[in-house]
């Protein structure tokens, strides 16, 4: 009778069984241990941020650098400089120089220049203009009070931390949960959490080197247009507007992993997820203008196309399941 069953090897059983039995304080003390280790991940990261501080804001500050690229006029210009730094941008028709073309931009320089005997202030036209000049905007970010550069430091320490640490807190929270799992259930797990992984850093990408730039950029016309000057931010403000809009659009773009989630329980289907497509257009607008920082409508249909790409791709990727699965009931049934 013994013959008639298989002897699994404990290892084997372990597996399949989800791992070895624990009591409940050796889970306790398991879990104290995982948050021991995530703590010190944290404040690791908070260390590492704080002392690369100038790099981070280097980061931060590149969507502003290309957003000043973006020429808001195709009116002639003219930019007076000295040395590497802006003086002026105008219009060419409210500042008309005899000699020179109204149609393209002129370039002017403060130096110095003989007149008789004496040496005085004046203009001349710079054939090298710095690069800065070529800029479209002029934003500078400055810290406006005693305490604002520490309030910077606390900014930039918490979200580069959380970045920094947020791998090591994963893993070391899998190292909790993955062994109380089965096999099968690990490979979803694995899949999940790459699949996530993916799309929140395609989320943050999209945002930091397009989206950003066109908000930035039209928040600085749209002040313009208002009569307001746009040359200095706070740097805090500024810091904050940028995580939070990239931190934002990356959880924005987990939707397909939270639909096709939602398909696999038997929550929805392929059928009814392409019939609440009108109804997703309208969600989709108001997740955009809630994550849109500035208010932009520019910016928050930005941010809608690429959810609603990935809503479309929810649907056929949702299709494909379904008939992948009538084909294998078929072929089960015959």
Same mark, same amino acid.
């Given at each position: 009778m013994a013959d008639d069953f298989e002897v699994l090897p404990p290892e084997h059983e372990d597996e399949e069984g989800g791992g070895p039995v624990k009591s409940f304080l050796e889970h306790l003390e398991d879990l104290r241990w995982t948050f021991v280790k995530c703590a010190i991940a944290v404040a690791l990261g908070i260390l590492v941020s704080l002392s690369g501080s100038p790099y981070i804001v280097k980061f931060l500050e590149w969507p502003l650098v290309l957003a000043q690229r973006?020429? #808001? &006029?195709?009116?002639?210009?003219?930019?007076?400089?000295?040395?590497?730094?802006v003086l002026s941008r105008m219009l060419a028709k409210d500042f008309p120089v005899l000699g020179t073309s109204t149609n393209q931009d002129l370039y002017l320089k403060v130096a110095p220049i003989p007149v008789g005997t004496n040496m005085v202030l004046g203009m001349v036209p710079d054939p090298n203009p710095p690069e800065v000049a @070529?800029?479209?905007?002029?934003?500078?970010? @400055?810290?406006?009070?005693?305490?604002?550069?520490? #309030?910077?430091?606390?900014?930039?320490?918490?979200?580069?931390?959380?970045?920094?640490?947020?791998?090591?807190?994963?893993?070391?929270?899998?190292?909790?949960?993955?062994?109380?799992?089965?096999?099968?259930? @690990?490979?979803? #797990?694995?899949?999940?959490? +790459?699949?996530?992984?993916?799309?929140?850093?395609?989320?943050?990408?999209?945002?930091?080197?397009?989206? &950003?730039?066109?908000?930035?950029?039209?928040?600085v016309t749209f002040s313009n247009w208002l +009569?307001?000057?746009?040359?200095?931010?706070?740097?805090?403000?500024?810091?904050?507007?940028?995580?939070?809009? =990239?931190?934002? =659009?990356?959880?924005?773009?987990?939707?397909?992993? #939270?639909?096709?989630?939602?398909? @696999?329980? +038997?929550?929805?289907?392929?059928?009814?997820l392409a019939g609440l497509r009108m109804y997703w257009v309208v969600v989709g607008l108001v997740v955009s203008a809630f994550i849109t920082p500035d208010g932009n409508p520019m910016t928050m249909l930005l941010m809608f196309i690429p959810l609603h790409i990935l809503y479309e791709i929810s649907v056929l990727i949702a299709k494909w399941w379904d008939r992948a699965d009538r084909k294998a009931a078929s072929e089960t049934a015959e």
């Open positions: 973006v020429r #808001v &006029t195709d009116q002639p210009r003219v930019v007076i400089t000295m040395g590497t730094n @070529k800029y479209g905007i002029q934003v500078g970010l @400055k810290t406006l009070g005693p305490t604002e550069p520490f #309030v910077v430091a606390v900014k930039i320490a918490l979200y580069g931390g959380a970045a920094i640490a947020a791998p090591f807190v994963l893993f070391f929270l899998g190292q909790f949960i993955l062994p109380a799992l089965h096999v099968h259930e @690990k490979r979803l #797990v694995y899949r999940i959490a +790459g699949f996530g992984t993916l799309l929140f850093f395609m989320g943050v990408a999209f945002c930091y080197f397009i989206v &950003t730039v066109v908000a930035l950029s039209s928040t +009569g307001f000057g746009a040359d200095e931010w706070r740097a805090s403000e500024y810091i904050s507007f940028v995580c939070w809009f =990239m931190i934002g =659009m990356g959880v924005a773009f987990e939707l397909p992993l #939270v639909l096709l989630t939602l398909v @696999k329980i +038997g929550i929805l289907d392929a059928e009814r």
